[in-house]
């Protein structure tokens, strides 16, 4: 089941430097980890914005929030969803 | 070169039923003429909306122009455009 | 999975009488058999508004978006979706 | 008499890690005492966000304002209420 | 129990007039009419706009449902709704 | 003449604790004293807020801006202001 | 008292061009008029819009209210309202 | 003076197409006398939309108010207006 | 050339109370001298809020800017501009 | 390619001047430097708003992100993006 989740990162300026990067770089690997297992579909960044478009693809909405409330910039990121499903109009049966 | 491309369609009930079936059609048609080729990558539709999210990979922001004003159901969406581009923790060199 | 579903529903007053009732007659038929069947979990009016917030327990994004395309008033109604978890807090298991 | 409400948590990140965990399990004691007593009668998490949406049973607007405005994250928490009443289209007679 | 309502009339210009005449004359009969049971505490006109500011005074969030929802002009109403309780600095005790 | 006041109250969490309790206290003393002498006519509680909408009667929009901007509170309010007069529909001459 | 006012005026493009023209010539004629009495003190035009800004220096909100509903194009307009007073920096004593 | 000058057109779809042909032509031939007299300084489409943004040079803002509000089109755009001035940082003497 | 300049004020409350009061009134200074050089037309205060609507009176945009970007209280103000010019039903011809 | 960049900058009090100062510096040489080498097309100050709107020339979406997102002041910067192409009406080839 997908879903597109938009992801904009605000790290207060206050914010020590090195919690700052140790966070990004454990983001990053959990990132890569989840993009491996093919959780995590997609990942683009938005030009311009320390903001991202991705595409999950889980089993259930628990399982969703699961994996975004325990990434390690969950409490400096501004989150929405959007439930997707198969357009009529798609070509492709596996896009659903 | 990709762009997020979110259409959200608003056709009137005072358009004639028939012409409304007829631009449909059009557009589904043309929506699969551009997957087929390559430029339309994805299509999903939201979830309890007549909106989709969709994935376009072009050559210029020109292109993308002359494909979206052109599409048949153009004249009754509300179109936003996110320009992508790739994430520094994407797993993928093709997903850019 | 449940999924959080707010109904806003705006008939322009040109609409005909007669299919506006019939609409009406209809959507209300619709929601009862969803009702009766357990997908359509809730249904609570708005005080003071032509709006609802409903909570739906579908097998699918798919599934829910197939029940909502197809309402007999979903052409005039605005929604938003939530997607919804159990909460660490909940004392209901089945309340997920 | 039901009352929808939403409930968005902010956290400062200054805030100290200690008084902040020992809201949150005062928050979770004092939830799960009102869902047991009937009166908060559902609690659902948001999808990958700080939030719920919740219905809570009460006995007039007072006594909800009371309630809400003693939880223990009431400082750090945007709340949003909607007053709810019987649909006509419920099949739910103690639903309201 | 007191909410406050707010309400902006907005009559498409192509109702006919005798129509918009009628239904204006039926909501004043009907706001009077609530005035006097006491039960539409008080009404204020915004100035420069076709808005008012109410306090209703109901048994439940139903009742006042019930009333707002067959106000004459209710179809072409926007309604907003916020539920209210006695201040803790109010030095009336029957204005709740 | 009246004026309906809506007032937000957010006192940032790294105020010291006891000169908000110090400001808040002097906030009710001014407050009952308006409401005693007539001037602050109306004041309720939002439910679930921090909020509160009051309606005041002043001889001038100048009396009642040197009323708001001297609360004991004022560096802490979201205030918005909606200018009233009578509604025609009105039974009560003394609501003006 | 002086009140600022912002007038945007919608005339939807059925309006007949006849009874448009009509409108605009009473409202100018009404706009000269209240301009000459010292009731709209100034009318300046929003660069680039069908909109103004204008200040009405009037003796009660009631008086505002009833020039400015009784306006011809009143019915297309969206007006908001911000009521003011003297500034303490200003050095104009009749500009309140 | 430059200002820079977005402009969004909307055309009811029951405005006949002959009306919206001889308008748009007319815009166009508009648009590029203005354009080679140096007025109309820049004009870009906006991917995706029925808009653009230009910058106009003019020498008042009256003048940038008798051009716009004489646009063919102008009955059926939203435009939003942003006072330009020369950027510290710049490094055209010309670009104002 | 008129402007219309939209000023609020947010000044943070850790800001030293020494460095706010010395702000506010070098802003005063400046506010009178502007007043007085004819400049900074009209200055009012809007009731209850730490905001003003301002009308100056410049030779260009660029002078507007250099002003209002050496405000004392620049840092710490939201502003909005509207450009403004002579409105066609306007009695006053200083008015422009 | 042409893209729009609106930028933003809100530097919070709390930075310590001289790092403010050095990252204002900073940008100014790195604008420069682009705008030299053509890139950063225009640049424009917006009247009375830290802001500013400029046009970018790139190859490519990835381009504009890693300029945009190297800028010294980019953490403090809110940026908007439009996709530009060239308009029918233009007069000028280059200008695309």
Redesign the interface.
Known sequence: ?????QMEVRI????PVDRAERLKRE??ER??EL??SGIWR?????????A??S?FDVG???E??DI??TLPLF??ME??????????????DG??
Chains 1, 2, 3, 4, 5, 6, 7, 8, 9, 10 share one sequence.
Not at 1 to 5: E, G
Not at 42 to 50: A, M, N, P, S
Not at 79 to 92: D, K, N, Y
Request: hydrophobic residues 35%; contains cysteine.
């Open positions: 089941m997908l879903f597109q989740v207060p300026h206050d914010v983001e990053r990132a890569q993009q491996k997609h990942l683009w960044r938005h030009v311009g914005r320390y991202n478009t595409i259930s909405a628990q969703l929030h975004l409330s409490p400096f989150i929405s969803i959007t439930a997707l499903c198969r357009h009529p109009s798609s070509v492709h896009d659903q």
